[in-house]
């Protein structure tokens, strides 16, 4: 599928809300706001979406634009990784969610797998940071930084969220659908591999 349109289309719209984030002149800033109708325009046609739809994705962001991170907690257990069902689709993704205002990545990520999978754990390594543009993820409106950290198992026990309804732990051999917004195969390859080598260095983009 050809998404350069989708990546274009949300250029215009991070470049028209800069723009009105910091533009003072009126001549300006209507220039901006037409630029930003534009790029939810292209949004609405490609995705065969109403463009009030798309203008509620961006209603509350305003100032200057940037990616949103998303913390993915990563527990290891007799040499299986532990991953929670989500109820939106069904498919399997490892524990997490957009990071919190006032909250750390570390402690996002206990707070993530606490609710989502019933565990209590504590951050030992950052394994890796990636940029969603550069891994197969499905076109999104956003753009995202996606946070795995390795965390231990401390107390807790398996329990369904708000928003999962089963966790369990997976080998590498016999992984579940995951969720592909959430997390890839290749992610999860690439985890395991930490598991081989707790010495392997952090993966960043």
């Keep these: 599928m050809n998404i350069k349109w989708l990546e274009r289309a949300k250029r215009i719209q991070a470049i028209a809300q800069a723009g009105l984030a910091f533009s003072k002149d009126a001549y300006d800033r209507e220039r901006y706001e037409e630029l930003n109708k534009v790029g939810m325009e292209m949004m609405a046609d490609y995705s065969d979406s109403d463009i009030e739809m798309i203008a509620d994705l961006f209603v509350g962001e305003p100032g200057y634009p940037t990616p949103k991170a998303d913390v993915r907690g990563v527990v290891f257990h007799e040499n299986r990784i532990l991953l929670v069902r989500e109820i939106h689709d069904d498919l399997w993704s490892l524990p997490g969610g957009f990071c919190e205002i006032g909250l750390s990545p570390a402690e996002n990520v206990i707070k993530e797998i606490k609710e989502e ?35 231990r198992i401390v107390g807790g026990q398996a329990k369904s969220g708000l928003e999962t309804n089963h966790t369990a732990f997976f080998s590498a051999d016999s992984l579940p659908r995951l969720s592909p917004k959430r997390n890839t195969a290749s992610q999860l390859s690439m985890l395991f591999d930490f598991l081989h080598d707790p010495r392997k260095d952090t993966v960043f983009d």
């Design 117 to 151: 999978s019933g565990y209590d754990t504590v951050p030992d390594k950052l394994l890796a940071v990636l940029d969603s543009h550069k891994h197969p993820h499905p076109p999104q409106p956003y753009h995202y930084y996606k946070i795995f950290i390795q965390c």
